[in-house]
């Protein structure tokens, strides 16, 4: 009679014992301690020495201090703010500073339902179209912005004079972003200067701008309020919510399917590595614009030409 050993693969196909999970080899394996921990401990660390070295070289440009009758112009909010506030100046407040980055957190935190394969995850660019996603959607991205910016403040007005009249039609040669008096724009143009010209440059009738939907389908004293006198401006709504949704939600969706109709983004990790790199891109530049390139009035200028607010 022959009896099976303990802990074969016999004896575990019979039932006569459990059979254990394999034990997994250390390279597959991420311990919070000592890796995690340690690498967060390292980081740490070089972040605050960064951040001492400095604040010992460098000195904070602070000015006076802050006074209510004397706001500095440009008034900026701090670095990190400054994207939504460059967003503020392209369309609606509520749209900017609420809908769009809640939208993008929820988008983001969504992100791992819709790319559900498990294949290199974890791993950064490591699918094989993931680098040429990653340098597309960063190129459009940082290009279609800086576009969408340059139209929406009209400088590129400034670009068609410069190239059909060139120098010598100016008394004076600005620099090439500065705010000038437009005279050689087609006046038949006027509504392509930029976005919130389609609202002040179209003479639209006064039934849209000023829609009562406050005594028709907004009724609060059905609700023992006072009745409300709410009005709709259907052009205001045209520039400031529909295009700029329009454009946020329309553009990396035409991106996508070019992607996809070219070959280049396959699978949904591919579709997410090319969109989120046009995020990225345009948050980046929605920053660096707010930054360096904003002068008194929030107007777009170059570098050199923005003046620091005075102490």
Known sequence: MVVDAPNTPAAAQRGAIPSAR????????????????????????IFTLTFVALAILINAPLQDRANPANTPNPSKAPWYFLNLQELLIHMHPALAGVVVPVGFLVLLAAVPYFDTSTEEQGRWL????????????????????????????????????????????????????????????????????????????????????????GETFVRTDLLGLPRGSIKWNFPAWIVEQAIPLGLMIGLPILLSLLAWRFGLARTKRDHMILIFSGWVAAFLVLTIAGTYFRGAGLELLWPWDVKPAES
């Open 22 to 45: 394999p034990r997994r080899q250390r390279e597959e394996e991420l311990l919070v301690w000592p890796d995690l921990v340690f690498v967060e401990f390292i980081a740490a660390l």
């Open 126 to 213: 490591r699918t094989p179209r993931a680098w040429p996603n990653m340098i597309v959607g960063l190129t459009v991205g940082t290009v279609g912005t800086w576009l969408l910016i340059i139209y929406d403040s009209a400088k590129h007005v400034v670009v068609y004079e410069r190239a059909t009249f060139g120098r010598d039609a100016f008394d004076a040669f600005p620099p090439f972003l500065a705010d000038e008096p437009v005279r050689f724009w087609p006046e038949s143009l006027n509504w392509l200067q930029s976005v919130r010209a389609l609202q002040t440059d179209i003479n639209w009738p006064d039934d849209l701008t000023g829609i009562p939907i």
